[in-house]
């Protein structure tokens, strides 16, 4: 396929009739768009599936196939088509501290960086927990996204220093995530991260930890996230939640695979087989039991 082919039909994908200007607003719009219409989910994770992290095979599957993915997936689809797009951008590697501990977690996070006319900012279309617009690269920088909540980001050290050289806190309702944060008023950390450059075998490590060590996330749970335009939606195991910044909020317990199934093509686009969702845990464990 053609590079216009497939700028055409990635924009298609998130709902954009026309390429936006390679400047701020358009990156606000593209990375937004993208985060509303492609679903952060580790449903293969769970099902035993490789994750890949090159440009073709994410495309066959966030844009083709209609899948989503966790956020070596996304970004890597987003830093493509930004490229196509005219934006000049590279990807980062982060560390993930939200809901875990103090101690320095693994690379296991991937953002861009991106360059508007010389001033470098950040964008993130695979954070599965909360959405973060994306900002100028600048100590105390703040924004506000659809749901309501903060975004603040924080120099907290040198280049090559643990957990890294810059920080992203957020505050706002625990309710408009994916359960990982604590706190409704306080900032909390979601990753930290550094500019060193990083290689296609760099992302191709992150991601394998991501999808097959035994005490990362997703290989413990299975989730699928969507953003709102005024809110979030969630599926972590069989826990349907959804929050608007208006403060309605609505949850759900997903017993039977008919339901799950149902949800994940209703809320989220995922159209998987009978057969694929009885494969996800629980519904294997009980089979199994």
């Not at 390429?19 to 990375?31: E, F, R, S, T, Y």
């Not at 991260?193 to 490590?205: G, I, P, R, S």
């Not at 995922?270 to 199994?288: G, K, N, Y």
Request: hydrophobic residues 45%.
């Amino acid at each position: 396929m053609e590079c216009s082919d497939r700028l055409a039909a990635y924009l298609a994908r998130i709902g954009l009739d026309r390429a936006p200007a390679p400047d701020a607003a358009g990156l606000l719009q593209v990375q937004a768009a993208h985060r509303q219409a492609i679903p952060f989910e580790n449903l293969d994770v769970r099902l035993g599936r490789e994750i890949a992290t090159d440009s073709a095979r994410v495309f066959a599957k966030l844009v083709e196939a209609r899948r989503g993915g966790f956020c070596f997936e996304h970004n890597r689809l987003l830093a493509d088509m930004l490229s196509a797009l005219g934006f000049a951008n590279r990807l980062l590697l982060a560390r993930v501290l939200l809901g875990n501990p103090p101690a320095a977690t693994p690379r296991t996070h991937c953002l861009l960086l991106v360059d508007l006319g010389g001033e470098d900012w950040i964008a993130d279309a695979g954070f599965g927990g909360a959405y973060a617009p994306p900002m100028p690269l600048c100590d105390g920088q703040e924004a506000i996204s659809g749901d309501g909540a903060r975004h603040r980001l924080r120099r907290i050290g040198e280049e090559g220093s643990l957990p890294g050289s810059w920080l992203l806190e957020r505050l706002g309702p625990r309710a408009s995530g994916d359960g990982r944060a604590q706190s409704d008023d306080a900032w909390e950390a979601q990753f930290a991260f550094d500019l060193a450059q990083v290689a296609e075998a760099d992302l191709a490590l992150g991601s394998h930890w991501a999808a097959t060590h035994p005490t990362s996330r997703f290989t413990n749970v299975t989730v699928a996230s969507l953003c709102l335009p005024d809110g979030f939606a969630s599926l972590v195991d069989g826990e349907l939640s959804e929050w608007r910044a208006d403060g309605e909020r609505q949850q759900r317990r997903l017993g039977q695979a008919a339901d799950y199934r149902d949800v994940l093509a209703g809320r989220f686009g995922l159209d998987l087989s009978e057969s694929e969702v009885a494969a996800l845990p629980p519904f294997a464990d009980r089979q199994a039991g």
